[in-house]
């Protein structure tokens, strides 16, 4: 079955699971590309991985899932706001949304991905001026504990994430 991994990747994250993904897949019909590079090559099967943004995709992302007609697609991509599964259930039903009704969803995967350094210096801006500080120091904590993600078992979850949806079309 031919399949092609799409990724959107602002920090790198995203890239990493879509190497994982890409190298578990078997045999040779398939192709890695990052969004910018994809030119509408054709497959049946579409792994397509986005960072979040505000709780949903990126724009790029949301203009490619609204392109695709006839498609199996599995979606994954990196989060920085937590490893909280209800969050990131959210965050999937979002996406899913951007997805014609004439394709096949398979699954999503998502995990924690390492943010910007400005995002931790505008926490601790916001932290200065005294307000909702424990929110702030949470949101701090979580930035940090973020850097060392997507990790090597988040690759490895990714690359098993792949295999199931795989296994699942019967390929």
Known sequence: MQTIVIYSSQTGNTRKLATQIFAAIPGDSKD???????????????????????????????????????????????????????????????????????????????????????????????????QNTEQIQAMIRNFDRAMLHPDRADEAAAADFAVQVWKRIGS
Not at 64 to 71: A, F, N
Not at 97 to 126: H, S
């Open 32 to 130: 890695l590309k990052n969004i910018d590079e994809y030119r509408e090559k054709d497959a049946e099967l579409y792994f397509v991985g986005f960072w979040v943004d505000r709780g949903d995709c990126d724009e790029k992302t949301v203009e490619l899932l609204s392109g695709l007609h006839g498609k199996k697609i599995a979606l994954f991509g990196t989060c920085g706001m937590g490893n909280d599964p209800a969050y990131y259930q959210k965050v999937i039903d979002r996406v899913k949304t951007w997805i014609p009704e004439d394709n096949e969803y398979m699954d999503a995967f998502l995990c924690q991905g390492k943010m910007p350094i400005q995002v931790r210096r505008r926490y601790e801006e916001m932290a200065k001026s005294g």
